[in-house]
Nanobody, 124 residues
Framework: QVQLVESGGGSVEAGGSLRLSCRYSGVTNGNYCMAWVRRPPGKEYERVARMHRRGYAVYMDSVKGRFTISKDNTENFLYLQMDNLKPEDTATYYC??????????????????WGQGTQVTVSS
């Protein structure tokens, strides 16, 4: 059974940094794609970043150069380092995972397994 538990959210001022963590279990490293998605208040889900099975990372344009997705296969954590945060990054952030065929080319929003989310608030 796949379980995803996010932590690390909080409130910061614009220009600040946060690191989100996703503790996962039931995920076989190398078989699963994993991702971070977010939902800003009153808006639809956005695909922030995803990591392919072999470790290749893809980012949405608005976070390129500011966010970094990484994975620790030994400790079973997925991370999202967020630097130079902006008020428009305010959202609930979710860790997602899936092992479906071709998950590498699908948005993390379509993935089967989701965590409970962690809130990030950036003030101007």
């Amino acid at each position: 059974q796949v379980q995803l538990v996010e932590s690390g959210g909080g409130s910061v001022e614009a220009g600040g940094s946060l690191r989100l963590s996703c503790r996962y279990s039931g995920v076989t490293n190398g078989n699963y794609c994993m991702a971070w998605v977010r939902r800003p208040p009153g808006k639809e889900y956005e695909r922030v970043a995803r990591m392919h099975r072999r470790g290749y990372a893809v980012y949405m344009d608005s976070v390129k150069g500011r966010f970094t997705i990484s994975k620790d296969n030994t400790e079973n954590f997925l991370y999202l380092q967020m630097d130079n945060l902006k008020p428009e990054d305010t959202a609930t952030y979710y860790c997602t995972a899936d092992d479906k065929h071709y998950c590498d080319i699908y948005s993390g929003i379509s993935y089967k397994h989701w965590g409970q989310g962690t809130q990030v608030t950036v003030s101007s």
